[in-house]
């Protein structure tokens, strides 16, 4: 069996002129990197009106056994077209770091890909390393202005920016920076964050233009003064310079599926961590030029599509026409308590035992969120009919379509039976429902969203999150919305407990505002801003020829 790597390279693109004139974008308006990519202008689309029904794709809590999402999504749109609809898709960039550690390539799977999937996996246009030099330059100018006489008496135990750096590598969570003699700096304890993680890739994904994008990183609360004043990048002067850096990085990235179709692939926040969607700029340029916009969102429906439809749709002034959950039955049966080598095997127990997760999802979706939905089975070679059957049926009860595809091995092709559903449900009727008012009390999002969303009983406080808590309501940032930070394996905060658990609370360790993202992030517990590399990384099985093609890339 061919590997994606193999496939994509199978495919000979086309001009990247032709698939932005099949978009319609003129040539003028776009900047070339090569022939097979390059950047558009949105800025000249501004008056343009959308027209696009917008389709949200989201998964149950991903497993080792794998659900698809990107390579879902991106068949999906793929399939739209094969019945003669005019659909761009709009999605994530990969970070390096999980592409060298053991999540391999993110530019979908099989024959469904975007393409050049190499140059996506890897530099791309360079927007993440934009995103780190502008990130590495405000924490450049915070140690300097602390060195050269620190006018604005920064509490220095009390700066929260962090370097960042787009590589998996523990060993920089924590370091001391400063050390040697004094024309170093001043010593302080300081760390490393992944790009992903970064405050500037949320505001370069939620800004609108190049103008809203600086006045946000201005935004940027970078610490405290020692009377506990918020500190802003603006009082540094730094955000006229990283906008610059910026500049062509807020423009979206045009390329194409291995079906010549147009796809927008631009930004990169981490869903577990950030709010996990692809760029504002990006989809909204998409619903301008196509009928319909497939765009995805980071992990389960717990994590990206409630920070999508909670943070992202209000700033983009559109809630979707109809929402796909991806689930596989493989990783269904996980749920259900199999390991990993027992998912060839029919297990129909196996199967019952992890449906809840599935329907959990659906439910939040369907009836939370009153989105119209459906669950698109990404089908795999070993998959039983009777399994396949047992997820309709189980839908079937909800209320809910379950609709069997094979877009990894057909492409396109292995999804028009969901394609049309999709177009259906994008004809009915808007029931939208906002899970929480953004004027309501801080503790009160964040326990909405845990009881309503994850089923938890409710939320628990740390002294140090009610102290936050405060400070941010007197600084005046209660009224934003929230974005949680919590495992994504599970509704909970234990990775371990697997399905849709009950009987649990969620602990809140701590708060702090992304004022330019225009969030409050909540933290849950240890989740790793800064991932390490696993035992084995795929780094090991990435090679290039002399020739310059790489291969081992997932």
């Given at each position: 069996?061919?590997?994606?790597?193999?496939?994509?390279?199978?495919?000979?693109?086309?001009?990247?002129?032709?698939?932005a004139?099949?978009?319609g974008i003129?040539?003028?308006?776009?900047?070339?990197?090569?022939?097979?990519?390059?950047?558009?202008?949105?800025?000249?689309f501004?008056?343009?009106?959308?027209?696009g029904?917008l389709?949200?794709v989201?998964?149950?809590?991903p497993t080792?056994?794998g659900?698809g999402?990107?390579?879902?999504?991106?068949?999906l749109?793929?399939a739209?077209?094969?019945?003669?609809?005019?659909?761009?898709v709009a999605?994530?960039e990969?970070?390096?770091?999980?592409?060298?550690?053991?999540?391999g390539?993110?530019a979908?799977?099989?024959y469904?890909q975007?393409?050049?999937?190499e140059?996506?996996?890897?530099?791309?246009t360079?927007?993440?390393?934009?995103i780190?030099?502008?990130?590495?330059?405000?924490?450049?100018?915070?140690?300097?202005?602390?060195?050269?006489?620190?006018?604005?008496?920064?509490?220095?135990?009390?700066?929260t920016?962090k370097?960042?750096?787009d590589?998996?590598?523990?060993?920089?969570?924590?370091?001391?920076?400063?050390?040697g003699?004094?024309?170093?700096?001043?010593p302080?304890?300081?760390?490393?964050?992944?790009?992903?993680?970064?405050?500037?890739?949320?505001?370069?994904?939620?800004?609108t233009?190049?103008?809203?994008?600086k006045?946000?990183?201005?935004?940027?609360?970078?610490?405290?003064?020692?009377?506990?004043?918020?500190?802003?990048?603006?009082?540094l002067?730094?955000?006229?310079?990283?906008?610059?850096?910026?500049k062509d990085?807020?423009?979206?990235?045009?390329v194409?599926?291995?079906?010549h179709?147009?796809a927008?692939?631009?930004?990169?926040p981490f869903a577990n961590?950030?709010h996990g969607?692809?760029?504002?700029t990006?989809?909204d340029l998409?619903?301008?030029?196509?009928?319909?916009?497939?765009?995805?969102?980071?992990?389960?429906?717990d994590l990206?599509?409630?920070?999508?439809?909670?943070?992202v749709?209000?700033?983009?002034g559109q809630?979707?026409?109809?929402?796909?959950?991806?689930?596989?039955?493989?990783?269904?049966?996980?749920?259900?308590?199999?390991g990993k080598?027992?998912?060839?095997?029919?297990d129909?127990?196996?199967l019952?035992?992890?449906?809840?997760?599935?329907?959990?999802?659906?439910?939040n979706m369907?009836e939370?969120?009153?989105l119209?939905?459906?669950?698109?089975?990404n089908?795999?070679?070993?998959?039983?009919?009777?399994e396949?059957?047992?997820?309709?049926?189980?839908?079937?009860?909800?209320?809910i379509?379950?609709v069997?595809?094979d877009?990894?091995?057909?492409g396109?092709?292995?999804?028009t039976?969901l394609?049309?559903?999709?177009?259906?449900l994008?004809?009915q009727p808007?029931?939208?429902?906002?899970?929480?008012?953004?004027?309501?009390?801080?503790?009160?999002?964040?326990?909405?969203?845990?009881?309503?969303?994850?089923?938890?009983?409710?939320?628990?406080?740390?002294?140090k999150?009610?102290?936050?808590i405060?400070?941010l309501?007197k600084?005046g940032?209660g009224?934003?919305?929230?974005?949680?930070a919590?495992?994504?394996?599970s509704?909970?905060t234990n990775?371990n407990l697997?399905?849709?658990?009950?009987?649990?609370?969620?602990?809140?360790?701590d708060?702090?505002?992304?004022?330019g993202a225009?969030?409050?992030?909540?933290?849950?517990?240890?989740?790793m801003?800064m991932?390490?590399?696993?035992?084995?990384?795929?780094?090991?099985?990435?090679?290039?020829?002399?020739?310059g093609?790489i291969t081992?890339?997932f």
């Amino acid at each position: 069996m061919a590997s994606d790597i193999e496939i994509a390279q199978s495919i000979q693109p086309e001009n990247i002129k032709k698939i932005a004139e099949k978009a319609g974008i003129s040539e003028d308006r776009l900047q070339m990197y090569g022939t097979n990519k390059a950047k558009v202008d949105a800025h000249s689309f501004k008056d343009a009106k959308r027209k696009g029904k917008l389709i949200l794709v989201t998964a149950i809590s991903p497993t080792p056994a794998g659900e698809g999402k990107t390579t879902v999504g991106i068949g999906l749109n793929d399939a739209l077209n094969v019945i003669g609809k005019n659909s761009i898709v709009a999605i994530r960039e990969p970070s390096m770091g999980p592409v060298f550690g053991m999540k391999g390539g993110a530019a979908g799977g099989g024959y469904s890909q975007v393409i050049p999937m190499e140059d996506i996996n890897l530099h791309f246009t360079g927007d993440l390393h934009a995103i780190g030099a502008a990130n590495n330059l405000l924490a450049a100018m915070i140690d300097n202005h602390i060195h050269q006489g620190n006018a604005l008496n920064i509490d220095v135990k009390r700066v929260t920016w962090k370097r960042v750096l787009d590589m998996n590598d523990r060993q920089l969570r924590d370091i001391v920076g400063g050390l040697g003699n004094h024309g170093s700096g001043i010593p302080r304890e300081d760390g490393f964050e992944i790009t992903a993680a970064s405050e500037v890739m949320a505001i370069l994904c939620l800004s609108t233009d190049l103008m809203d994008l600086k006045q946000r990183l201005g935004n940027i609360v970078i610490g405290y003064d020692c009377s506990n004043a918020p500190i802003k990048a603006s009082q540094l002067h730094a955000q006229g310079a990283m906008a610059a850096i910026l500049k062509d990085a807020i423009k979206p990235n045009l390329v194409q599926t291995l079906a010549h179709n147009p796809a927008f692939v631009h930004g990169g926040p981490f869903a577990n961590i950030a709010h996990g969607c692809s760029s504002l700029t990006g989809t909204d340029l998409a619903l301008k030029l196509g009928d319909y916009v497939v765009t995805e969102a980071g992990f389960g429906g717990d994590l990206g599509a409630e920070k999508f439809l909670d943070i992202v749709a209000p700033k983009l002034g559109q809630t979707p026409d109809a929402t796909v959950v991806v689930a596989t039955v493989r990783a269904l049966k996980m749920h259900g308590g199999l390991g990993k080598d027992e998912l060839d095997n029919e297990d129909l127990d196996a199967l019952k035992k992890g449906m809840p997760n599935l329907l959990r999802h659906v439910h939040n979706m369907h009836e939370v969120y009153g989105l119209s939905t459906v669950v698109a089975i990404n089908k795999f070679p070993t998959d039983i009919d009777a399994e396949v059957e047992l997820v309709k049926q189980q839908c079937k009860e909800q209320g809910i379509e379950a609709v069997p595809i094979d877009v990894w091995g057909k492409g396109g092709e292995g999804a028009t039976e969901l394609a049309e559903e999709v177009v259906k449900l994008t004809e009915q009727p808007s029931d939208f429902h906002k899970l929480y008012d953004v004027e309501e009390p801080i503790a009160d999002k964040i326990e909405k969203v845990a009881t309503k969303i994850y089923g938890a009983d409710g939320i628990s406080l740390s002294a140090k999150a009610k102290t936050e808590i405060k400070r941010l309501d007197k600084n005046g940032f209660g009224k934003l919305p929230i974005c949680i930070a919590k495992t994504q394996y599970s509704f909970s905060t234990n990775k371990n407990l697997l399905g849709a658990p009950t009987g649990f609370k969620v602990p809140v360790v701590d708060v702090k505002v992304s004022a330019g993202a225009g969030f409050v992030l909540v933290s849950t517990g240890s989740i790793m801003t800064m991932p390490g590399l696993p035992k084995v990384p795929a780094a090991e099985n990435i090679d290039v020829t002399e020739d310059g093609k790489i291969t081992g890339l997932f």
